[in-house]
């Protein structure tokens, strides 16, 4: 914002600091009600002025702090947003963000805990990233930012409290290619976003027990880089992918759907796929528990396929 005057955000509860997660905190106080602009609850119009804002010269940030709501604002997004530069013959670009918070877990229940990446990952026209550290959580979305096309940029509050060493320098990150975070030989491990955690720690308690997994940070839904998963499974033979979205049509789906028609003569054993079942999110921490898939869920899927 410093940087370019066009870029300006919007969105209910923007400068409430508990309603972002603290993540906007001394914003309002550097650049006004003018361009950090706190709306009504009405997300088809907030995404309507938006999109009307990047096609005319502006480069908007709209933020939900609970993606649940954006299904009000899919007309404006899909329907506006992501098609107008394809309908116009690449004359009219859109360069949006939009800043998707996935809330879930604390008892919040259904209609507070969705993460719907892979709505979106289904979507031409729309660039969709899920930054699980630190450092990618700042370079992507600057890059989003720069970038002249729609991008969703997925934000875990589950990851909120993981600090790391980031550049104070302004810089930007691919808003494509996973990423390899570990070498092994024996399991391949796909991950994105707050999964990517778990799987960390699954894999430090992997090692200890002598088996080798090859973690693999998504980064990117949309593009998706299987041509690096399918590298990884050429080596390894065995897939298992992690994803914290419903297991049915998810990204999950669509990795072992690739990986079985790119790699099938490589793979030793059928892909392992973990996600949410396809209920909606309880209510009670007893069933939240078991409900949400962790470093443990992966640890016995890993040991079962090796």
Known sequence: MEKDDSVFQI????????????????????????????????ENGVMGIAVGAAATGSRPIVTFPRMDFMHYAMD????????????????LPIPLT???????????????????????????????VMPSDPYDAKGMLLAAIEDNNPVLFIDDRWLYAEEEEVPADYFTSP???????????????????YMVKEAKEAYAELKKKNISVELIDLRSISPLDTETIALSVRKTGRLVIVDGGWKTGGISAEIAAVIS???????????????????????????????YPNSSTVISAVQHMI
């Open 11 to 42: 969105g209910v509860g923007i400068n409430t600091p508990w309603f972002v997660g603290q993540t906007m905190n001394g914003l309002l106080d550097r650049f006004s009600e003018e361009r950090m602009i706190d709306t009504p609850v009405s």
């Open 76 to 91: 404006q997004l899909v329907n506006h947003a992501a098609f107008f530069n394809y309908t116009l013959g690449g004359n």
């Open 98 to 128: 939009i800043r998707a918070m996935i809330n879930r877990g604390g008892e919040q229940a259904s209609q507070h805990s969705q993460a719907l990446q892979s709505v979106f990952m289904h979507i031409p026209g729309l660039k969709v």
């Open 175 to 193: 808003l494509e290619g996973a990423k390899r975070l570990e070498e092994g030989k024996d399991v391949s491990l796909v991950a994105s976003s």
């Open 261 to 291: 028609a790119d790699c099938h003569s490589d793979l030793k054993k059928p892909v392992i796929r973990l996600g949410l079942p396809d209920l909606p999110a309880p209510a009670a921490k007893t069933l939240e528990s078991v409900y």
